[in-house]
């Protein structure tokens, strides 16, 4: 869309990707004076999520600059949704705000059913760095993969071991494939699983993290299922990755999932902390090439459509231009 874009953050060690921010400046927030000046030269101020350090932002930028703009992308599950409550003073903060967005159709209907200010449906999506040729089926292996940081609460990685488990004697060639850092307490869990199980050893590969992200995309291209096992997220950016490159996405039921599956035409739902019924589904989508390979041509075209960003930035910048 043209704009200059810059990100403010405090700096830490985390690991950045160059490639995603080669055009984009980087600056700290090292004192007071770095981010007032900032914002002074700021016309739209970016904020992620509901949090008081971010209201605190959206004052001191209408204070600092009041004719500029602010969107406020709320990045909401349902668990913290519950927990936000509303006082007139934080009322006419999101009032000031141009643009506010959540990222899925469920929880846009129960704000609009309770709260004070008008809130749109922006869903995460994916960003194609490479210009990638759409995938061929022919690429796919007989692969379930997950990615993300693997043995924390929130993403609940023994529920999809436990799943495999059940399931691999019934599906017969396809491996287990989990993407991702793994938390040290974790470690213990995994060496006491493969000492139970011996026999899965050979079926499931623990990659590590993998920061190069062309690497990452051909993990998704070569595997024909992605399976998401989180207790909650807001709109998993996995989701739109692995539809991309044309998986079946099987899921938790967590924000976002009902949309990325378009209600259960691009794979299926499962309740949370259910490996029996996780197990079930691996079994059952696992066993039904025919599906697999309908999906694989469909959710790809859906994700082109109504999940691409820069499709998705079009319709923020005609709201930010209104």
């Known amino acids: ?44 101020l970016m904020l992620i999520g509901y949090y008081d350090f971010n209201l605190c932002m959206i004052e001191k930028f209408k204070s600092i600059n009041p004719k500029g703009k602010i969107y406020l992308k709320l990045d909401l599950n349902i668990h913290r949704l519950g927990r936000i409550g509303f006082n007139q003073q934080n009322i006419n903060l999101l009032n000031s705000c141009t643009l506010i967005s959540v990222e ?44 993300g940081r693997l043995g924390t609460y929130e993403k609940a990685t023994e ?36 000492s139970a199980y011996p026999e899965l050893k050979s079926k499931i590969i623990f990659t590590g993290p993998i920061y ?14 992605f399976c998401l096992t989180s207790r909650w997220e807001a709109f998993a950016q996995v989701f739109a990755e692995a539809a991309f490159n044309g998986n079946y996405i099987i899921s938790s039921d967590v924000d976002g999932s009902w949309d990325i599956i378009d209600d259960k035409k ?35 075209l859906n994700t082109r459509n109504n999940f691409d960003w820069i499709k998705l930035c079009e319709k923020i910048n005609s709201f930010l231009n209104l």
């Open 1 to 44: 869309m043209n704009y200059e874009v810059a990100i403010l953050c405090n700096k830490n060690e985390e690991h950045y990707d160059e490639i995603m921010t080669q055009n984009i400046n980087l600056n700290f927030m090292e004192n007071e004076n770095s981010v007032t000046s900032l914002l002074q030269k700021t016309d739209i």
């Open 104 to 147: 899925s159709k469920n929880l846009k209907k129960i704000i609009d059913a309770s709260w004070p200010v008008k809130v749109e449906y922006i869903p995460n999506g994916f960003y194609d760095f490479f210009n990638s040729d759409i995938v061929e089926y022919s690429q796919k292996e007989n692969t379930i993969l997950t990615v």
């Open 159 to 194: 529920i999809i071991m436990k799943a495999f488990k059940i399931a691999a004697e019934k599906i017969e060639g396809w491996k287990l494939k989990l993407v991702g850092s793994i938390e040290p307490a974790f470690n213990q869990y995994i060496n006491d699983y493969l």
């Open 212 to 225: 190069d992200r062309k690497l990452l995309m051909e993990e998704y291209r070569k595997s024909k299922i």
């Open 266 to 300: 691009y794979g299926s739902i499962f309740p949370i902390n259910d490996f029996e019924a996780l197990s079930k589904e691996l079994i059952t989508a696992c066993s039904d090439e025919i599906t697999l390979e309908e999906v694989f041509n469909c959710i790809q």
